[in-house]
């Protein structure tokens, strides 16, 4: 399985992008799925989960401003983001398939950066 993410991008606060994560099979109705962050200095931090059956959960830092969905007939999952702040400012990957360790799934997309300039 290959996860390829793509949409991230310069924006300023206040802006939106929206990332997407195309997978090549249809790994997202099988297992759930987690989009990821990773600022400088910063560890990895879970942003938003998917479940198989498409139910979300998002970090309390993200809520009412991001929004997980899935295009099941394209294999892929979207991070809508609005409202974005500087600290939003990270890489963001998206991950999928079995459980690992802990909600860390065995396979990841390459990483998309997002800066958000103030």
């Known amino acids: 399985v290959q996860l390829q993410a793509s949409g991230g991008g310069l924006v300023q606060a206040g802006g939106s992008l929206r990332l997407s994560c195309a997978a090549s099979?249809?790994?997202?109705?099988?297992?759930?799925m987690g989009w990821y962050r990773q600022a400088p200095g910063k560890q990895r931090e879970l942003v938003a989960s998917?479940?198989?059956?498409?139910?979300?959960d998002y970090a309390d830092s993200v809520k009412g401003r991001f929004t997980a969905s899935r295009d099941g007939a394209k294999n892929a999952v979207y991070l809508q983001m609005n409202s974005l702040k500087p600290e939003d400012t990270a890489v963001y990957y998206c991950?999928?398939?079995?459980?690992?360790?802990?909600?860390?799934?065995?396979?990841w997309g390459q990483g998309t950066q997002v800066t958000v300039s103030s």
């Open positions: 991950n999928a398939g079995p459980i690992t360790v802990g909600k860390l799934r065995r396979y």
């Open positions: 998917m479940t198989s059956g498409g139910s979300t």
């Open positions: 099979g249809r790994i997202f109705s099988i297992s759930g």
